[in-house]
Nanobody
Framework: QVQLVESGGGLVQAGGSLRLSCAAS????????MGWFRQAPGKEREFVAA????????YYADSVKGRFTISRDNAKNTVYLQMKSLKPEDTAVYYC????????????????WGQGTQVTVSS
């Protein structure tokens, strides 16, 4: 049974930083791509970042490129999202997810999801 547990969300002022973590269990973590997504109130869930199983390929949404960094530690079965220069429009529930071997930005390719962690950026 695959489980993903996010942590690290909170309230931060615009321009601040947060680091989200996602602890995975229930599968051979290092074999699969991981992704971060977010959903703001009244909006659809959207792609934020993804990382290949080896950590060698990184993908970012244009809205976060240059501000967010995704990384993973396969020894700890954990994926991270370092967020800097946060903006009020980054406010959302952030979810980590895992799917297949292929790294993708497509939500439908991710089979397992965490419960989400709230990030609120005040202006």
């Amino acid at each position: 049974q695959v489980q993903l547990v996010e942590s690290g969300g909170g309230l931060v002022q615009a321009g601040g930083s947060l680091r989200l973590s996602c602890a995975a269990s229930g599968r051979t973590f290092r074999n699969y791509a991981m992704g971060w997504f977010r959903q703001a109130p009244g909006k659809e869930r959207e792609f934020v970042a993804a990382i290949r199983w080896s950590g060698g390929s990184l993908y970012y949404a244009d809205s976060v490129k240059g501000r967010f960094t995704i990384s993973r530690d396969n020894a700890k079965n954990t994926v991270y999202l370092q967020m800097k220069s946060l903006k009020p429009e980054d406010t959302a529930v952030y979810y980590c997810a895992t799917g297949g071997v292929v790294t993708t930005t497509e939500i439908r390719e991710y089979d397992y999801w965490g419960q989400g962690t709230q990030v609120t950026v005040s202006s």
